[in-house]
Structures are given as structure tokens and as C-alpha cells.
């Protein structure tokens, strides 16, 4: 870390967390990593995300719910790096380590997926009434959250 680079405080990191949508979600199944972007929402201290009801990402979570959740942005586009070698821009980042669970409990899943789409109509000026999560919709997609066990986050925000 450089001495520009600072380290994030817990509602900082959070924050970054509320405000993005998309992450990488890291999985690791018999030594193979694996990792993949995901569209997200941070909701009571947790990350929520859904997918198809079957593929690789869930036979991995299943096998191994142990998870590095990714989270980065850059203010600035890349910059051409100067001729004595610096390169450097400025950028917020977080990582998450926690336990994956799929969400097998029809209810559960519903209540969830229903949060989630709240969490983007929301953002976005809709109202999520006018739109409403199905059964049939939540019976054939996969719901997953993570349960957060250590969080860290660095960013430098001054221009270098």
C-alpha cells in the first residue's frame, strides 16, 4: 500500500458497498479458483445477489460456501503513466470474506428476491409495486446471500 493509499473504516467500506452494484464474486472448488461478476445489493449488513437455478457458480458455492466478495471503483479513467515510471490513479476498493448460502426456502427466497428488486426499482424511480416478484419468478431463480465474516477497504482518493 502506498503511503497515498488509505485504509477504510467499517462504515466507509459500507457505504461503497451501498452505493455500487457490481462485484466479483471469488470461489474456489478441489484448488480451482473461479471468480465472476455478479449484479448485487448490500442489505441488512448483507450481499445479495441472484442467478439461474443451476451452472457452475451454485455447484461451486454448494461445494465450498466460502467466499471473496470484490468491490472496486475509479472516479478517473485510466491516465497515461509518466515516463519515470509512476502509475498510479485514484480508486476505492473493498473485500468481503464470508460464507455463502443458497437459499433453498421457497419464502425466504421470495422475501429476498423481492428486496433485491426493491433495492434496483428503487434506484432507479420505480415503484416496485407496479412490478411485483412472482412464485413461479422466485420458484426458477437462484437466490444467494453472504454472510459477511471480514471486511476490508483501501482507497486513495487524492489525485497522485
Not at 500500500?1 to 464474486?25: F, I
Not at 461445494?63 to 490513479?89: I, L
Not at 420505480?126 to 477497504?153: F, L, Q, R, W
Request: aromatic content about 6%.
Amino acid at each position: 500500500m502506498s503511503s497515498k493509499d488509505s485504509t477504510m473504516s467499517r462504515g466507509q467500506a459500507e457505504a461503497v458497498l451501498r452505493q455500487e452494484e457490481t462485484g466479483t464474486l471469488c470461489l474456489s472448488r478441489d484448488g480451482q479458483p473461479y471468480a465472476v461478476p455478479v449484479s448485487y445489493a448490500y442489505l441488512d449488513g448483507e450481499i445479495l445477489f441472484h442467478s439461474k437455478s443451476s451452472g457452475r457458480k451454485l455447484d461451486i458455492l454448494r461445494a465450498n460456501p466460502r467466499v471473496c466478495f470484490a468491490v472496486s471503483r475509479h472516479p478517473d479513467r485510466t491516465r497515461p503513466h509518466r515516463p519515470e515510471g509512476g502509475c498510479s490513479f485514484r480508486y476505492e476498493s473493498v473485500l468481503c470474506l464470508g460464507k455463502a448460502r443458497v437459499i433453498e426456502d421457497p419464502r425466504e427466497r421470495l422475501e429476498k428476491l423481492k428486496a433485491f428488486k426493491d433495492f434496483f426499482y428503487r434506484r432507479l424511480g420505480i415503484d416496485p409495486s407496479k412490478d411485483p416478484v412472482t412464485e413461479k419468478a422466485a420458484a426458477s431463480t437462484a437466490c444467494v446471500v453472504i454472510a459477511i465474516e471480514e471486511m476490508t477497504g483501501k482507497s486513495r482518493l487524492r489525485k497522485a
